[in-house]
């Protein structure tokens, strides 16, 4: 039994892949190990020329073209070579292994670590420990444990694969580990440079990209990212800092193409539009976690609902980020070779326990020569597949096809605690399964300390490199005599960045610690020892270019230049953490509300045609009533059918509030901005368009029934729409926010209306103060009788106010209009009935507000 070959060797020797590639030829060695080349009328020296994806540890990520010599033209136009990685070496076994699939994607993305190093400069290298983590939930049938007795630990540098079966537990270790579990009973601890975290700054400090985005599909990526700049950047940070910040990032996620490309896909009410593909969304996604330079980024099924290409692409991009000194944990369910192979560390769950966590090379051996299951290559597949399967005990695994296997809960069981007991041992030891790094010592024998050492003194040792670097360059800053550059100017940072692959330190233009010069940086897992060395200061790029600058002017202008931004960025690094305020919120959130109000054909332009429609409709029906008393009923219907069908209006577009909650939903988990920044926006957004169509709408039927023709009436009238409809669009929202789905925010919400139509006497502008001719009389026939036929009616009767008015016909006879009012009970002076309305949609928006807040208090998953 044996290691594949992925798991046996050094796979990713520091090197240069093109620089170092042969050429392949027909002669050349490795020549027959790609399958895929041998395509008919092709081959590598046949001409052919072929878009394809090697899959496999250490050979090429990303599409590329081979061309007739076998050479390889990569996305940027270099050339190399197919078996040797596009940024980076592989070992020997890595560049053995297996062939390449050709792929229908052709778009050629691949990262450039160079970029992303850039974009991740400003990051806080941190890292994360977590120990005896558990998690339990009450249910009915009792209480249910979905994690327990889990450890990990990761660093910059450090991808880290979260894998397990269906309902292991991978998602609910990634809420634990991310500061956003709300509910569930939890335990254990989780430290950050070895000490127990700050939720809020760990918050503050990472990233979480949940499974799905929640990106509105009529924005550009473009201005996705700049809305979560917006809301992630540092409130120093200016407008144009921020562009220049989402155009590196887009850049870096390889979407600096798709800036202006719609997010896509269905639109509230069913409608879709094309977009971004799957790949690209995930980028995307990623890109808004990465945006603010997170020390940590958390990614729950990134590469779930992608093709296999895509999927790989994605997770390229992941290691790129670990490369450039992140964290990046990330759920993932059964993932390929290629993708096991970007693995640093591992964690393997099944049914809530830790079945492995450590090393990735370690995984096979301890599942293999220590607990005994044989894991036969031919047989099995790579090693993710057989240690899925091997956990996985929810489904029927022949013994003759698998071997020996875990097959019920008590294997489980006995596996995870086979494997606690040797965690704990080798922890207390001061070293992790697969890895030799120190870490805390236990007090007592299976208890840890509280406080935890850090666990990577390299960390001090870099923080007063930095300082002695910072140094440096500001020696260097003030020879040259150069003012400060703008922080975030990065152009000739690079140029002057000594180092190969241009990681210089000078590149960042900020701490030295947060300097990768690792020349030509893994783009796949480096081993351990290489991961340590990221963390190692590497100032001497600041510091050569400081030096470099003493040999020829140019190098010292843009050495001065890095150097000040060093300097200036230690000044200005506290004011730059503080979090964007309240109204950069609002605005942002302001700003992404009317881009989607505006470029949604339902919304905007479909509601003002819909209002538009019936109001001709009903302007048509009533069309020219005239001046006379008799027309009364006729003025009546009319006002009580718009006012019915203003109140009935917002219906139309019910499925926009129900939509905009999961916006809402997925903003608060990745605790964006606060529920009040939200609410104010959406309402200042809303408002003017709403208040516009109602008054197309009540205008329009005002002018054709030839209702009253004076200021103040007309004025009136269309306040009272006005506060109308918004008061129904409000029990449609919050009816929206307050339920669970969009069935029972309808019979909510029609219950609530039926009582607003029935209050709905409210137009009463039509007939206060008015005097009207009776000369054509007011007895129709049905009217006259109406006293008859309610003899009880206290309104009625006692009065008699239409006996009255038809006992007085005559050419020049006229009525006061005020009876109607009093007919009806429509006694309250305009303003008073103004004052009653925008109460009651002041209750409304407290009650939608309170929803919003209770909404945000729950589970969101
Ligand atoms: N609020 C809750 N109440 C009770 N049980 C819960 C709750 N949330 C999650 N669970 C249970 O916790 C277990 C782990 O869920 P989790 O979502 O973390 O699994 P997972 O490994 O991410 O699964 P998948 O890969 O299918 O997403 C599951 O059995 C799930 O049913």
Not at 73 to 102: C, I, K, N, S, V
Not at 237 to 248: I, L, N
Request: charged content about 20%; glycine content about 12%.
């Amino acid at each position: 039994m044996g290691l594949p070959a992925a798991d046996q060797a050094p796979l990713f020797a520091a090197m240069d892949g093109p620089a170092h590639a042969p050429e392949l030829t027909a002669n050349n060695p490795l020549h027959d190990r790609i399958p895929a080349l041998h395509t008919p009328g092709g081959g590598a020296g046949g001409g052919a020329r072929r878009t394809f994806t090697a899959d496999q540890a250490g050979t090429l990520y990303g599409p590329a073209v081979i061309s007739g010599s076998g050479r390889i033209r990569f996305a940027d136009g270099t050339a190399g070579d197919p078996l040797w990685p596009r940024h980076r070496g592989g070992g020997a076994a890595a560049r053995a292994h297996q062939p390449m699939e050709p792929v229908e994607e052709q778009a050629p993305v691949a990262p450039d670590p160079w970029v992303v190093r850039r974009v991740s400069s400003q990051m806080r290298r941190i890292s994360i420990e977590w120990i005896d983590l558990g998690c339990e939930y009450d249910t009915a049938t009792g209480p249910k444990t979905v994690l327990e007795g889990v450890y990990g630990r990761a660093e910059p540098g450090d991808l880290l694969g979260l894998l397990g079966p269906s309902g292991a537990g991978k998602s609910t270790l990634l809420d634990v580990l991310a500061a956003r579990k709300r509910v569930g009973r939890l335990s254990g601890r989780v430290l950050v440079d070895g000490k127990p975290r700050d939720d809020g700054a760990f918050v503050r400090r990472s990233a979480y990209v949940p499974q799905d985005d929640h990106f509105m599909p009529v924005l550009t990526a473009g201005e996705v990212l700049s809305f979560f700049a917006a809301l992630v950047l540092p409130t120093s940070s200016s407008r144009k800092g921020r562009r220049s910040r989402c155009a590196e990032v887009l850049e870096a996620m390889g979407l600096g193409r798709q800036a202006n490309t719609l997010v896509g896909g269905a639109l509230p009410g069913g409608l879709s539009i094309r977009g971004l593909s799957g790949g690209e969304r995930k980028r995307l996604a990623i890109a808004t976690g990465i945006v603010a330079a997170p020390s940590c980024l958390l990614l729950d099924e990134p590469t779930s609902g992608l093709d296999a290409a895509a999927a790989l692409g994605v997770m390229q991009y992941m290691r790129a980020l670990a490369d450039a000194g992140h964290v990046v944990l990330a759920s993932v369910h059964q993932p390929r070779a290629a993708i096991w192979a970007m693995f640093t560390q591992v964690v393997v769950l099944s049914c809530g326990r830790m079945m492995y966590s450590g090393d990735r090379t370690g995984a096979v051996p301890w599942f293999s020569a220590r607990l005994g299951y044989t894991y036969d290559p031919q047989r099995h597949g790579v090693a993710s597949d057989w240690i899925m399967d091997l956990v996985n005990t929810t489904f029927k695994k022949p013994r003759r096809v698998y071997g020996r296997m875990m097959t019920s809960k008590a294997d489980v069981d006995r596996a995870a605690e086979q494997y606690l007991k040797q965690y704990r041992k080798e922890r207390r030891a001061g070293s992790l399964p697969g890895d030799g790094t120190a870490s805390e010592q236990a007090t007592t024998d299976g208890e840890e300390k509280e406080e935890v050492m850090p666990l990577y003194d390299s960390l001090d040792r870099a923080r007063a490199a930095s300082s002695a670097a910072t140094a440096a360059a500001a020696a260097a800053a003030a020879a040259a005599g150069e003012g400060a550059p703008p922080i975030g100017h990065l152009g000739g940072a690079r140029a002057s960045g000594g180092g190969g692959g241009g990681g210089g330190g000078a590149l960042s233009g900020h701490s030295a610690l947060e300097i990768n010069d690792t020349a030509g940086a893994p783009a796949t897992a480096p081993a351990p020892q290489h991961r340590r060395g990221i963390l190692k200061i590497q100032g001497s790029g600041t510091a050569a270019a400081a030096s470099k600058g003493d040999d020829d002017k140019g190098g010292a202008v843009a050495a001065a230049r890095a150097a000040a931004e060093v300097a200036a960025w230690g000044a200005r690094r506290h004011k730059q953490a503080a979090p964007p305020g309240w109204l950069r919120q609002v605005r942002a959130l302001f700003w992404r509300e009317l881009l989607s109000m505006t470029r949604n054909p339902a919304d905007v332009a479909g509601r003002m045609l819909i209002f538009c429609w019936i109001a001709l409709v009903v302007g048509i029906i009533f069309y020219g009533i005239g001046d006379y008393f008799e027309s009364v009923r006729s003025r009546t219907d009319v006002m009580f059918i718009e006012v019915c069908v203003l109140l009935l209006l917002p219906y139309v577009y019910m499925s926009l509030y129900t939509a905009d909650k999961q916006y809402y939903m997925a903003d608060l988990g990745a605790k964006l901005y606060h529920p009040s920044a939200y609410y104010v926006a959406k309402v200042l957004a809303v408002l003017p368009f709403g208040v516009l169509s109602m008054l197309v709408f009540s205008f329009t039927i005002y002018g054709m029934a030839g209702l009253r023709k004076e200021v103040g009436p007309l004025a009136e009238h269309g306040v009272m729409c006005v506060l109308a409809y918004l008061i129904a669009s409000q029990v449609l929202y919050a009816a929206a926010i307050a339920t669970p789905n969009q069935d029972t925010a309808f019979m909510v919400a029609i219950a609530w209306t039926a009582v607003n139509i029935l209050m709905s006497n409210y137009l009463a502008a039509e007939y206060r103060g008015r005097v009207s001719s009776c000369s054509s009389g007011f007895g129709t026939p049905v009217l006259s009788v109406l006293p008859e036929y309610l003899p009880g009616n206290p309104a009625l009767h006692p009065e008699n106010y239409l006996k009255r008015l038809l006992g007085t016909p005559g050419p020049d006879c006229t009525v006061d209009t005020n009876l109607i009012l009093r007919y009806f009970g429509m006694r309250e002076p305009f303003w008073r009935l103004a004052v009653i309305l925008l109460g009651y949609l002041g209750v409304l928006h407290l009650i939608t507000y309170a929803a919003l807040r209770l909404t945000a208090g729950r589970e969101r998953r």
